[in-house]
């Protein structure tokens, strides 16, 4: 078969449905369906169940809960097609994308120049749009696209590709996976693709993501998976201007959300790492650098508050 369609999922029993949905209705149809079910305890796994009795297409796999880099790894070790695409339970694949794709056959990577994204909080959709092409060499193709987006769900990626380069994703780590992967991808990618089709509609800030639910030690590990990126990206094959300025301005957002964690323990710890590691964010990339000089009047912790609400007022749709 041509895909294999690879969705970790943990107890999204309320959004799985209509995402298989998506996916039945391409009119593409050579392709496996690989349903990791990553330990839900919310009648998830009952579902897949019921979704691979329902259609022959379906392949579950019952795991103890290792999250999100794990349960992909695991759908990968059980794919069978020429190319994977990885889709979270509660994103939708956009029509006709399948079909778009397969006339790449033979790159690396297949990679679409823009998504759907879809707002929960106030209920409207709108296109993101990258400024690759398919007339670009490959170095500044792939240097975009790594800034342009950090979900794996943006490219396809051809399976022996994958393994000959023995690329995985992080399993230490609960957050940043898509960021750390698509870096130390792409640069290894001799020939990206392009679409102009997008692959899916992403939903952003829904109740009990994993985004929504930022914990401590999530926050904290993408902190060091921003840093150690940065400290990688001159041994890569990139442009690097716009990567590292949209890296340095997501360690900020990270920053940012370390100023809300109420704990005092926890706090005083997360904090303790952003100061260690303010030069990041001094980067003449790094948008931050506007703020930091008013750090001494108010206090890095109020600055960072101050950021966050910043970063809430330009990324929501009025």
């Not at 500044?140 to 396809?156: E, K, W």
Request: glycine share 6%; proline share 2%; aromatic share 12%.
């Amino acid at each position: 078969m041509f895909y294999s369609i690879v969705i970790p999922v943990y107890n999204g029993k309320e959004t799985l449905g209509e995402t298989v949905k998506s996916i039945v209705r391409q009119d593409f149809t050579d392709y496996e369906l690989i349903l990791v079910d990553d330990g839900s305890t919310d009648g998830t796994g009952e579902l897949c169940d019921q979704f691979e009795k329902q259609y022959d297409f379906i392949k579950v796999i019952h795991q103890k809960n290792a999250y999100l880099g794990a349960a992909r790894n695991r759908g990968l070790d059980e794919a069978s097609g020429k190319y994977v695409y990885f889709l979270d339970a509660d994103d939708l694949l956009c029509e006709g994308i399948l079909q778009a794709a397969f006339f790449f056959d033979g790159a690396d990577v297949i990679a679409s120049n823009r998504f759907y994204a879809y707002d929960c909080r106030v209920g409207k959709e709108r296109v993101k749009k990258g400024d690759f092409d398919g007339g670009m060499p490959a170095k500044r193709i792939n240097s975009r696209l790594a800034a342009f987006s950090p979900y794996a769900g943006q490219s396809f990626y051809r399976i022996a590709f994958l393994r000959e380069e023995g690329i995985r994703f992080e399993e230490e780590r609960i957050n940043s996976e898509d960021r750390v992967w698509t870096v130390r991808l792409l640069h290894r990618s001799r020939k990206t693709a392009v679409l102009e089709t997008p692959c899916y509609r992403y939903t952003e800030h829904r109740a009990g993501s994993l985004m929504n639910c930022m914990s401590a030690d999530n926050i904290l590990g993408s902190l060091q998976a921003l840093e150690a990126l940065l400290f990688d990206l001159p041994s890569f094959d990139y442009e690097e201007g716009a990567l590292r300025k949209r890296i340095c301005n997501e360690f900020l957002s990270f920053c940012a959300l370390a100023a809300l964690v109420r704990d005092e323990a926890l706090s005083k710890e997360l904090m303790a790492y952003v100061r260690e590691h303010l030069y990041i964010l001094k980067d003449k990339d790094c948008s931050a650098r506007l703020f930091l000089w008013a750090r001494h009047v108010i206090g890095l912790k109020n600055l960072l508050k101050l950021c966050n609400a910043v970063f809430l007022h330009y990324t929501t749709d009025k």
